[in-house]
């Protein structure tokens, strides 16, 4: 009989949390008003820090997450992200996302710079790409030439490269890192560049709009592609490859498959994904999906 008042009791406060958050203007079960008016005036990939599910519109379901760790694959999302001052930044807050701990050779995070803030530097013999989804910083390195990244740009960083990113007002940066694999006598150089720069390449049997942000000789082990997607438009393949991949959705929601599970995702969405996983993405909604993707390369799996 007790058992049996206390489920009552749950499922009334459920039922009263549920009336409270249908009948707020901020609650779970309503979306933000955005015309489409809106969406044009908004800087690009604004959604990565202000998505529409974030961590206060789910405040009135208390322990719910949308975040998945499995042994080959994870979804992180945004009501999840913990942050904390990063190892040998200045007034820097990072979440990290991918490490080793999960089984990926490679660590992906944000790193939320704030007024008057500056980059540490990476371990020895570590890569280093960082790409700008908020705000802006000044690149400078051993020659003491500044070069400003804006939102869609990046910059890679070799290993044991100098370098120094500095922010006045605020910023967000997503970040790899990843330990050089060396191959004979190829060295990699610095590469600052933006998206809009990168020619369009080929996919054969795919619609999926392609641009890739590092060269593609021998030299680098990794590499960053973006992927657009319009709505309906999906992956051909069904993928199951060695490659680990790092993804953040930049804009834009649809479907990801990974093994046998089916996930709705968003823009500010992060997904790893552990060799052989299979993998495949359906856009949907009204709106453009892009997302950015880190793909090991050009190395012998052995």
């Not at 070069?147 to 490269?161: I, R």
């Not at 006045?168 to 560049?193: D, K, N």
């Not at 479907?255 to 552990?274: E, F, H, K, S, T």
Request: hydrophobic share 35%; with cysteine; charged share 20%.
């Amino acid at each position: 009989m007790r058992s049996l008042h206390l489920i009552s009791f749950v499922i009334i406060i459920i039922i009263s949390l549920l009336a409270k958050a249908s009948k707020s203007d901020d609650g779970f079960c309503s979306a933000p008003s955005i015309t489409e008016s809106d969406e044009k005036t908004k800087p690009i990939y604004w959604k990565v820090t202000n998505p529409t599910l974030s961590p206060s519109h789910l405040q009135d379901l208390p322990g719910y997450t949308r975040s998945v760790y499995k042994r080959d694959h994870a979804l992180i999302t945004p009501e999840s992200h913990v942050y904390s001052p990063l190892p040998d930044w200045t007034n820097t807050l990072g979440a990290y996302l991918i490490t080793p701990a999960m089984g990926s050779h490679f660590v992906m995070f944000f790193a939320k710079m704030k007024e008057m803030s500056s980059s540490g530097l990476p371990p020895k013999d570590i890569e280093r790409l960082v790409f700008v989804v908020e705000g802006a910083v000044t690149l400078t390195n051993t020659s003491s030439s500044s070069t400003k990244l804006t939102v869609d740009s990046y910059a890679y960083l070799p290993p044991n490269f100098y370098h120094s990113l500095d922010c006045v007002e605020s910023a967000t940066l997503v970040v790899f890192e990843r330990r050089y694999e060396h191959l004979g006598s190829h060295t990699t150089e610095l590469i600052v560049g933006s998206t809009d720069k990168q020619p369009l390449l080929e996919t054969p049997g795919e619609v999926f709009e392609l641009r890739k942000l590092l060269p593609v000789s021998l030299a680098y082990d990794f590499n960053i592609h973006i992927m657009d997607f319009q709505p309906g438009e999906f992956l051909n393949v069904k993928e199951v490859h060695y490659n680990q991949h790092g993804l953040l959705l930049l804009e834009g929601q649809g479907i990801y498959r990974l093994g046998d599970n089916w996930y709705p995702v968003q823009a500010g969405d992060v997904i790893w994904m552990a060799p052989f996983v299979p993998q495949w993405y359906g856009a949907l909604g009204k709106n453009r999906s892009r997302y950015l993707l880190y793909k090991d390369v050009n190395r012998n799996p052995l």
